[in-house]
């Protein structure tokens, strides 16, 4: 059954009042099923199908759901229902609800949490926003490096009900500093009487409260960790960040830095949930000044417009020229980018970089300067001179663009810039500048002009 029938379905069912049949039929199926299935169903219908779910099935769907959604069900809620659903979130979903909600929502949410929760949340909420502190849960198993694996199994199923993770236990002493962890198959496959310090894994992999979440990701994506511990300043054990938080960060910083190198100021929103105006305003900035930017190259040309008026045919090349130069400096960009996000290109490497980078631009140069020709001495008839003067320019253009490219999001990050937004319209529009110059140049010294 694809997405759409079964909503049909679903839809169908509930007009009918065929709600047992209805409840059933959600009860076995997937959280993330159900919310994407809640999307396309009108607002009103939205509490009650909401309200059909099994208490637990209904707090997991409710974390998937977009933020819409959640403030609609929210505001539906009774006081006991909207406790119900808090008491059963784990605090990194809760975080993240309360960072997504407007004010007076969250003062609804806050209210009806237990006074241990309140402390939590604002605990996490204290951290800044892209650090591992933010999206991080301190709900954990941990035990003492004394206990046997029996009394583990019994702090396992004692305390083991609300926590996001019981897979991966942390060994803390009593001042809470991180001593080791030992996983479940470990406690399964050792001996009931052994102690956990025998077992425990002691070179530990960790991050801190403030270190950046997009790095803890990348530790996620390079070790295969379901869970990653996180410490303060002393060591001690202060939560833990689990792989579907560090699958979110990742999203968020792909989208980001996709919307960033296409000259767009990033947002929260999905795309149809975000109004015209809204969309304006992320877009106008960029194009202002990329526009501003792009008059510097109507500059260039004013400037040798005598030489265009002896030559007219000149004229017919620069789009080529320009498109060639922006599209050889994005490639670069896009590439370093990249490398640079997964952390295999430092600031160290610039020079290494640089040099390959001109090394490919000479050979790209050189075969775009061969086709070029080609075409331009028996499709567009032009004369041997100019022909060699597009092809000259065409080898140097490259060259440029492509380490212009490369070294801009180096240096950008270097000095604390997001590396995207040395992409492909802010590059094109150096490399523009640079190819007029560079064509001008050489048409003068050639043509005499």
Not at 66 to 80: A, K, P, R, V
Not at 408 to 437: E, N, Q, Y
């Amino acid at each position: 059954m694809t997405e759409n029938e079964l909503t049909q379905k679903v839809l169908s069912l509930l007009k009918e009042r065929r709600l047992s049949e209805l409840r059933g039929l959600l009860s076995e199926m997937n959280s993330a099923d159900i919310a994407a299935m809640l999307e396309d169903v009108p607002e009103n219908a939205l509490p009650i199908l909401f309200r059909l779910l099994p208490k637990e099935l209904a707090a997991d769907t409710f974390v998937d759901m977009d933020g819409d959604q959640q403030e609609l069900l929210i505001l539906s809620f009774s006081d006991t229902e909207l406790k119900d659903v808090v008491d059963r979130m784990f605090l990194d979903d809760t975080v993240d609800i309360i960072e997504e909600m407007p004010a007076n929502v969250v003062k609804r949410i806050i209210k009806h949490s237990t006074p241990e929760m309140r402390k939590m949340i604002n605990e996490v909420l204290n951290y800044p926003k892209d650090c591992a502190g933010s999206i991080m849960t301190i709900e954990y198993i941990s035990l003492r490096k004394n206990m046997t694996v029996s009394e583990a199994f019994d702090r396992i199923r004692a305390t083991g009900v609300d926590k996001e993770t019981i897979y991966t236990c942390y060994v803390t002493g009593s001042d809470r500093r991180l001593l080791g962890l030992v996983t479940v198959k470990d406690l399964l496959l050792a001996e009931s009487s052994a102690l956990i310090e025998d077992i425990m894994e002691t070179n530990l992999i960790y991050v801190g409260t403030l270190e950046d979440k997009e790095i803890v990701a990348q530790k996620f994506d390079k070790y295969g960790f379901l869970a990653m511990p996180v410490v303060d300043n002393e060591g001690r054990l202060v939560g833990i960040v689990t792989v579907d938080d560090a699958m979110d960060v990742i999203q968020e910083e792909a989208t980001e830095d996709i919307e960033m190198m296409a000259a767009i100021t990033p947002t929260d929103k999905p795309y149809m949930k975000t109004g015209v105006f809204e969309t304006w305003k992320k877009r106008i900035p960029w194009l202002l000044l990329l526009m501003i930017s792009a008059t510097f190259t109507g500059k260039i040309i004013q400037h040798y417009e005598a030489a265009l008026g002896t030559y007219v045919v000149l004229t017919m090349f620069i789009p080529m020229l320009m498109d060639t130069g922006g599209n050889a400096g994005g490639q670069s960009s896009v590439t370093v980018i990249r490398g640079l996000s997964l952390r295999e290109i430092e600031y160290r490497d610039v020079l290494r970089v640089l040099g390959k980078e001109v090394l490919v631009a000479l050979l790209c140069g050189v075969t775009l300067a061969a086709a070029g020709l080609l075409k331009m001495l028996f499709v567009d008839r032009v004369a041997l001179n100019v022909a060699l003067i597009v092809c000259a320019t065409l080898i140097l253009t490259v060259i440029f663009a492509k380490g212009v490219g490369c070294t801009l999001p180096i240096l950008a990050k270097r000095i604390g810039f997001d590396p995207a937004v040395m992409a492909s319209p802010f590059i094109t529009t150096i490399v523009d500048a640079i190819s007029l110059m560079v064509y001008f140049n050489i048409a003068t010294h050639i043509l005499s002009i």
